[in-house]
């Protein structure tokens, strides 16, 4: 089969890379793809939300399936578009993709599910938000409704954090149409915890625990990124807790979405926060995460082109989904000033000192005449897969000192706490 995925970062870097090694995979192209994915793959310099583009040109190749990996075109309606022409497509439709493209909407959803989430209001009039958060005090979450880029969530610690939050969102529009609404929620306290499953329709088929990093500094201080960095699987995190969260919140989703009308085929994406009270929903994303992908594909012991064709037709259930043993870790090398502005066009030196188990996806990256370069905010995530938490922690960072660009910015502790709980349960 030749196929397509659609996306430029790490996400569809890993996707990529999994899938070629399917035996069923004849040829791999990547619109847009990166300076990685030119390495494996056929890069096609399409954007991903040139639906007419993209359709003609899987229909001029003849592609067999199409994968999408960001966000951006499945909120736009691409497999409502592909599906419509008969172009074999993985991914929700535009309807089920709203649970990522609107908190309020997702919120709505869980609380007529039943679905355990925190607290909230949603508005759209500056004012009523103030006035809201002053009732409420602080810490308190100001979420921008739509697309941000990962970026659209600040956790308050003071009512005056709180309010400028507001401010940028609503009145200075710094999320443009994102901040149209925003959204308020209580501050969960607790462990963050990325759960990631299969599903088409009713049928569930949840993937390892993988744990992010956010914050763009040790000891998750700093402002929000997208990820820097993730580990899986989440060995604090017992069978009996990842079976919970999937009966009572993945699957009632998956169900209450199908018998509303918007059932969801692809990748539904749970973001968790283990509470006192048990796990409770963050968010809900409906695709792969990046770094999580990173992380999850290496353990992915079934084929994944396999997967994502059952999922298709809606025959995921007679799938045996199966992950290796052993861990794996990523490390994100981001360019300098990220998440801020930062510059472009550095050379990156090392990229061939890869170690042992370890694989450096590209994210924002592309080729040059002098080699590859950066060209994103987050720039590499470098992998390893080791028989637990340690080796594969160390291949991974080894692999990080021996790369190098101008300025590069990393955190030194992704996983170290999850690998303390691993050597103290021994």
């Not at 035996?23 to 030119?38: E, F, I, L, R, S």
């Not at 809201?132 to 409704?145: C, F």
């Not at 190098?404 to 170290?416: L, P």
Request: hydrophobic share 40%.
């Amino acid at each position: 089969m030749n196929v397509l995925v659609i996306g430029s970062g790490g996400r569809e870097h890993t996707i990529a890379w999994k899938l070629l090694q399917s035996p069923q995979v004849k040829k791999v192209y990547c619109a847009p793809g990166n300076g990685g994915t030119a390495q494996i793959a056929q890069n096609v310099p399409i954007g991903v939300n040139d639906f007419a583009a993209l359709a003609q040109f899987v229909k001029d190749e003849g592609i067999d399936l199409t994968v999408v990996g960001p966000e951006d075109p499945l909120l736009g309606g691409i497999v409502d578009f592909f599906e419509e022409r008969n172009l074999p497509i993985f991914g929700p439709n535009g309807r089920a993709a709203m649970i990522e493209g609107s908190k309020s909407f997702a919120k709505r959803l869980m609380m007529r599910y039943n679905i355990p989430t925190s607290a909230y209001e949603s508005f759209i009039d500056y004012e009523s938000a103030i006035a809201y958060v002053r009732e409420q005090g602080a810490p308190i979450v100001i979420k921008a409704d739509g697309l941000a880029a990962g970026k659209g969530v600040v956790v308050a610690e003071t009512l005056e954090e709180a309010e400028e939050a507001l401010r940028q969102i609503m009145e200075e529009s710094i999320f443009g149409e994102a901040g149209t609404r925003v959204v308020v929620e209580e501050c969960m306290f607790g462990e963050e915890l990325s759960l990631l499953s299969f599903v088409d329709g009713e049928t569930v088929k949840p993937m390892i625990t993988s744990q992010d990093h956010k914050r763009i500094f040790n000891d998750d201080r700093g402002p929000n990124t997208g990820g820097m960095g993730t580990y899986a699987p989440v060995p604090q995190m017992s069978e009996e807790l990842v079976a919970q969260i999937v009966e009572t919140i993945v699957k009632p989703m998956a169900k209450g979405m199908a018998q509303d009308g918007i059932p969801f085929k692809g990748i539904l994406y749970t973001g968790l926060m283990i509470t006192e009270q048990g796990p409770k929903v963050v968010e809900f994303n409906a695709r792969f995460g990046d770094p999580e992908t990173q992380v999850i594909l290496p353990l992915l012991e079934t084929d994944l082109l396999e997967i994502v064709v059952a999922t298709i037709k809606g025959e995921l259930d007679a799938v045996d989904v199966k992950w290796k043993k052993g861990s794996a870790v990523c490390v994100v090398m981001a360019a300098p000033g990220y998440p801020g502005d930062y510059p472009k066009g550095q050379l990156i030196e090392g990229l061939n000192r890869t170690g042992e188990n370890v694989t450096v996806f590209h994210a924002g990256t592309k080729a040059a005449e002098e080699g590859i370069v950066t060209s994103g905010g987050r720039v590499l995530g470098v992998t390893a897969t080791g028989d637990d938490l340690e080796k594969a922690r160390a291949a991974a960072y080894e692999t990080v000192q021996a790369i190098s660009f101008e300025g590069a910015q990393y955190r030194t502790d992704i996983a170290a706490k999850a690998m303390r709980h691993q050597n103290n349960s021994r």
